[in-house]
C-alpha cells in the first residue's frame, strides 16, 4: 500500500492545496482520460481541514486523515507541501514539516518555494524534492518551447500581479524557459530594478529589447485599454499607449553569467495574462501566451498535478536543488531591493551554476501537422 | 448530389495557379460557356502588391458583434505569430443594414474613413458603375431581425449574397467572398448561394471560426484516418451555437478515408430523450465522456471544486440537453450536444476503427469574461485574408453547406416533433487536403 502525506496551512475554493488534493483524491484529466494518483492513501494531517471540507474530502477512499504531521510521514511513499500562506514559512508548521521530513527516504514536491535552507548545505532536504508552481507545465498558445541547447540571447517574460506573487511565479516560469539553453544555467551577475515610467525610459534606452515586448504583447488575449471599451483590437505598443495604461509596472532586468538577459516585467493595466518572447543568438525568435484555464477549473493544476505525480512515482524530475536555491535567492534579493529602496545589485551570492536534461514544459498531444 | 472536387488547402504563403483553379471548375461539371467567363473573371488579377480592397456587408456593428471583430481587425490589425499583424487588405466600404443606440461603425468611418454606403450595390461599386473592390466579407450575424415559428432568426445572409451576386453579375467580374456562419435558414438559398460561387467562378469561404482557433492540445485529426465516429460537445442555442459545434466536428471527419461522403438522416431531440437515446449508443457515450474531459468549462459538481464529471452530474448539471444525431452515407456518425449548464466550451472527440480517441478542446476565449478582444477571429481573420489574396478558398465551401444543411435539418427535427429525417439533400461529397487550417502558429 502506497502512500502520499500532504501538508497545508490552509484549505479554501481555489487554494492551490485545494487543487491539487482534490485531484490526488478525485483524478484529474490527463491527455483526454482522467488520471489517478498512484497512492493508496493521501494521508493529511486533519488541524488543516474544516469540518465541512473534512467531509467533502471524505468522499475519496483515499483520504486518511492523521493527527500531526509527525503521525503523516510514518511509512510515506512520497510528501507534497502546498502552503497557501507565504508566512507559513516562519511558523511552527514549517519547523514541523522540516522535522518530519529531513530525514524521510521519500521524494517531496514544494508547491511553492520552500525555504532556502532546504535546498543547500547540511539542512537541505534530502533525498530531493522539486519545488514549482502550474507556470512551467500549463499549455501554452501556441505549443511553442526553446528548444533545448538554444543560446539564448534575451527573453522577456510578461507577468501581473501585486508584489511578491508576480516575482514569485514569474522567476518559476523563466527558470522553466532558460535552464535548458546551451549550457544550462550558469548563475546571475547583476539585477536591475526598473520602477514606473523608469520602464519606459530605460526601453528607450535600450535597456531591454522592445522588440521582444512587442512580441509578448501580441501574444495577449486581453490587451487593455479601448479594447476594454469598444472591443478594439488596435496595436497598444505601436500606438505608444502602453506607458499611460500601466500601473504600477516593475522590471527586473536580470543578466546571467553566459550573457544571457532576462527581463520579468509586471504589466498590470496593459494585459490581463502573461506571455512570453526570446531570442536567440542566431536570432531565432520564440513567443507564447503561458495560458491560465478559466476558474474554477484551473486546469493549469491537472498538468500541475502530472508533473508532480511523474516525479514522485518515476523520479522524472526536471529541476536540480540548484533551480530552487536560484528561485529563492533570486526572490530574496528582489526583496531586499524593494524593501530598501535599492535599484541596482550586483549578484553577490555563489554563482549555482546548473545544468538540466529538459525542458520542464511538454506538448500535451502529438501534434499532427502534416 | 452535389459532388464537390479534391480541395487542395492553399495558404497565403502559397501561390495558386488560374490554371489549377480552372481545372477545379471543370471538375464542377461547368459548362465551357461558363469555363470562358470564369477563365476571364479569373485573369483579372489584382497588381501584385498593392493591398486588395475589400467591401463589409454588416447587419450590425456594436461591442463584439461579429461585425466589429472583422472590421476592428481589417482596421486595427491583430495579434499573429508573434507579432501585431496588419491585414494586407484594405476596407475601402461598409454597408450596415442597423444602427443601434451603442453603434461603432459610424465611429469607425470617422476614425478611419471607411465610407458606411446606403445599399450593398453602392458598396461594391463606391460611385461607379462597376464592381470595385477585389472582396467582399458578409457578416450578417447580431441585429434585430424577426424569429420564425421554428426559432430562426432571419439574418439576412441569403438577401446580402444575392444583391452582392447581382453587382458581380451586372460588373461581368466576381472576386472571392466569406460569409460569417451557415449560409441562411431555407435550403434552397443556401444551395442557391454556392451554386452562384460555382456559376460565377469566385472563390467562397464560410463558416465559424470554431475550425481554425487554437486547439488545446494542439492536434489534427490525421488525413485519410480510418475514423468511425465524432462528437462535439458544446452549449448555445439551435440555430446560433449549434452551427460552430457542427462545424467543430466537421473540421475534423472531413479528413476521414474517402473525404465527407454526405448525411443521410439529421434526428434532433431535447431533454430526456437525448439521454434514453445515448444509452444504447455505447461509443458516443464514450467519445461525450473523452470530449468533457477536454474541457476547460464544464461545472463542478454543486458549485464545488472540479471533479471528473459523472453520468448522474452530466444530467443532473444539464436537465435540458440538445443533441443532433447525424448518419452519414457512408455509416459514419457525427453527434453534436449541446449541454447549456454543464459546459461553456468546444470539445471534440473522434473514434477510429480501432477504438481509439483523438480528442481536444477548441479555445474560445470569449469577452468579456476570458479575454477583451476575442481572438479566435484572429485565424478567420487571416484565412479570410488568404482566401481573397489568393483568390481561393482556404477550405472548401462545401464544408458549411453541410454543416447549414444540418443545422437546418436539425431544427426542422425540433419543429416537427424530434422525428428523424431522411436528408438526400444532404447527399454533399467533398475532400480536403492534407494541409491543416487551425491556429498553431
Redo the contacts between chains.
Keep these: 500500500m502506497k502512500t502520499l502525506a500532504f501538508f497545508l496551512d490552509t484549505f479554501k475554493?481555489g487554494s492551490t492545496a485545494?487543487?491539487v488534493l482534490?485531484?490526488l483524491l478525485?483524478?484529474?484529466?490527463e491527455?483526454?482520460?482522467?488520471a489517478s494518483a498512484p497512492w493508496d492513501h493521501i494521508r493529511v494531517p486533519q488541524q488543516a481541514l474544516n469540518p465541512a471540507m473534512e467531509k467533502?474530502l471524505q468522499a475519496s477512499s483515499k483520504l486518511q486523515l492523521s493527527k500531526d504531521a509527525k503521525e503523516a510521514t510514518q511509512g510515506i511513499d512520497a510528501w507534497i507541501i502546498a502552503p497557501g500562506r507565504p508566512e507559513s514559512w516562519k511558523t511552527h508548521l514549517a519547523e514541523d514539516w522540516y522535522e518530519c521530513l529531513s530525514n524521510s527516504p521519500a521524494r517531496g514536491w514544494v508547491i511553492g518555494i520552500p525555504p532556502l535552507s532546504w535546498c543547500q548545505g547540511e539542512a537541505s532536504i534530502s533525498p530531493s524534492f522539486q519545488a514549482g508552481t502550474p507556470m512551467p507545465y500549463t499549455?501554452r498558445?501556441?505549443?511553442v518551447d526553446i528548444p533545448w541547447q538554444c543560446p539564448l540571447s534575451e527573453i522577456v517574460l510578461l507577468v501581473r500581479g501585486a508584489y511578491p506573487e508576480a516575482e514569485t511565479h514569474g522567476i518559476d516560469a523563466l527558470l522553466g524557459l532558460t535552464s535548458h539553453r546551451q549550457g544550462g544555467e550558469s548563475g546571475i551577475q547583476h539585477i536591475r530594478l526598473l520602477r514606473g515610467d523608469a520602464v519606459w525610459k530605460g526601453a528607450r534606452e535600450g535597456l531591454f529589447s522592445w522588440d521582444l515586448f512587442?512580441?509578448a504583447?501580441?501574444?495577449?488575449?486581453?490587451?487593455?485599454g479601448d479594447?476594454?471599451?469598444?472591443?478594439?483590437?488596435?496595436?497598444i505598443?505601436?500606438l505608444g499607449m502602453v506607458p499611460d495604461l500601466a500601473r504600477d509596472t516593475r522590471a527586473w532586468i536580470i543578466q546571467h553569467v553566459d550573457g544571457l538577459q532576462s527581463v520579468l516585467l509586471t504589466v498590470d493595466g496593459i494585459l490581463?495574462d502573461e506571455t512570453f518572447?526570446a531570442q536567440s543568438k542566431d536570432g531565432r525568435?520564440y513567443?507564447a501566451q503561458i495560458?491560465q484555464?478559466?476558474k474554477?477549473?484551473?486546469?493549469r493544476y491537472s498538468r500541475l498535478t502530472t508533473a508532480i505525480t511523474q516525479y514522485l512515482e518515476h523520479d522524472k524530475s526536471t529541476m536540480p536543488p540548484e533551480r530552487h536555491l536560484l528561485w529563492g535567492e533570486l526572490l530574496e534579493c528582489m526583496d531586499s531591493m524593494m524593501s530598501e529602496d535599492i535599484l541596482s545589485q550586483e549578484w553577490d551570492r555563489a554563482r549555482m551554476p546548473f545544468g538540466v536534461n529538459r525542458s520542464p514544459w511538454s506538448?500535451?498531444?502529438?501534434?499532427?501537422?502534416? | 448530389m452535389i459532388q464537390a472536387p479534391p480541395y487542395p488547402c492553399k495558404h497565403l504563403e502559397e501561390g495558386v495557379s488560374r490554371r489549377t483553379f480552372l481545372e477545379q471548375l471543370s471538375l464542377l461539371g461547368a459548362s465551357s460557356g461558363i469555363l470562358q467567363l470564369a477563365s476571364t473573371l479569373q485573369g483579372s488579377s489584382m497588381s501584385q502588391g498593392a493591398p486588395k480592397k475589400v467591401a463589409l456587408l454588416a447587419t450590425e456593428v456594436r461591442?463584439?458583434s461579429h461585425a466589429?471583430?472583422f472590421i476592428?481587425?481589417l482596421l486595427?490589425?491583430?495579434?499573429?505569430h508573434?507579432?501585431?499583424?496588419f491585414p494586407q487588405l484594405k476596407l475601402v466600404s461598409l454597408y450596415v443594414d442597423q444602427f443601434p443606440e451603442n453603434d461603432?461603425a459610424r465611429?469607425r468611418e470617422r476614425r478611419h474613413g471607411v465610407p458606411i454606403y446606403g445599399s450593398i450595390a453602392e458598396a461594391l461599386t463606391r460611385g461607379t458603375d462597376q464592381l470595385d473592390v477585389d472582396g467582399v466579407i458578409i457578416i450578417a450575424e447580431h441585429g434585430q431581425y424577426p424569429t420564425n415559428a421554428k426559432g430562426q432568426k432571419q439574418y439576412p445572409r441569403y438577401r446580402f449574397f444575392k444583391e452582392m451576386v447581382e453587382v458581380f453579375e451586372r460588373s461581368g467580374r466576381a472576386v472571392p467572398v466569406f460569409n460569417d456562419k451557415h449560409y441562411s435558414t431555407r435550403w434552397e438559398e443556401c444551395v442557391e448561394m454556392v451554386k452562384d460561387s460555382y456559376r460565377l467562378g469566385f472563390p467562397l469561404l464560410a463558416g465559424s471560426s470554431l475550425p481554425v482557433t487554437?486547439r488545446?492540445?494542439?492536434?489534427?485529426?490525421?488525413?485519410n484516418s480510418d475514423l468511425n465516429e465524432s462528437v462535439c460537445v458544446c452549449y448555445g442555442g439551435v440555430d446560433s451555437y449549434d452551427i460552430h459545434g457542427l462545424e467543430t466536428a466537421q473540421c475534423m471527419s472531413e479528413r476521414r478515408h474517402g473525404g465527407e461522403a454526405g448525411v443521410r438522416s439529421v434526428h434532433a431531440m431535447r431533454g430526456r430523450k437525448v439521454w434514453d437515446q445515448l444509452a444504447s449508443r455505447t461509443t458516443t457515450e464514450q467519445l461525450l465522456i473523452?470530449a468533457l474531459?477536454?474541457s476547460?468549462?464544464?461545472r463542478?459538481a454543486s458549485g464545488?471544486?472540479?471533479?471528473?464529471p459523472s453520468a448522474d452530474w452530466i444530467q443532473e448539471a444539464c436537465p435540458n440537453p440538445v443533441a443532433y444525431w447525424i448518419e452519414h452515407q457512408d455509416g459514419f456518425r457525427t453527434t453534436l450536444f449541446m449541454l447549456n449548464g454543464l459546459v461553456q466550451d468546444f470539445t471534440y472527440?473522434g473514434m477510429h476503427a480501432d477504438g481509439s480517441?483523438?480528442?481536444?478542446l477548441m479555445?474560445l476565449?470569449m469577452?468579456?469574461?476570458?479575454?477583451?478582444?476575442?481572438?479566435f477571429f484572429n485565424p478567420l481573420s487571416r484565412r479570410i485574408e488568404e482566401t481573397i489574396a489568393l483568390e481561393h478558398a482556404t477550405y472548401p465551401p462545401e464544408r458549411t453547406l453541410l454543416t447549414s444543411g444540418i443545422t437546418l435539418f436539425a431544427v426542422e427535427s425540433l419543429y416537427r416533433g424530434e422525428v428523424a429525417l431522411n436528408t438526400p439533400e444532404l447527399n454533399i461529397r467533398y475532400q480536403v487536403g492534407?494541409?491543416?487550417s487551425y491556429?498553431?502558429?
Design positions: 475554493e485545494q487543487q482534490d485531484r478525485f483524478g484529474w484529466p491527455k483526454g482520460s482522467i467533502r499549455w498558445l501556441p505549443e512587442k512580441a504583447v501580441s501574444r495577449t488575449h486581453s490587451k487593455q479594447a476594454t471599451v469598444d472591443g478594439r483590437t488596435q496595436d505598443v505601436g490581463q518572447a525568435l513567443s495560458y484555464p478559466p474554477p477549473n484551473d486546469h506538448p500535451e498531444g502529438i501534434a499532427c501537422k502534416p | 461591442r463584439h466589429q471583430h476592428d481587425r486595427e490589425g491583430y495579434g499573429w508573434g507579432e501585431h499583424y461603432l465611429d487554437w488545446i492540445p494542439s492536434i489534427d485529426m490525421p488525413w473523452a474531459n477536454r476547460h468549462q464544464c463542478p464545488g471544486p472540479w471533479r471528473p472527440a480517441i483523438l480528442s481536444c479555445h476565449p469577452p468579456p469574461a476570458h479575454t477583451t478582444t476575442a481572438d492534407p494541409r491543416s491556429w498553431r502558429g
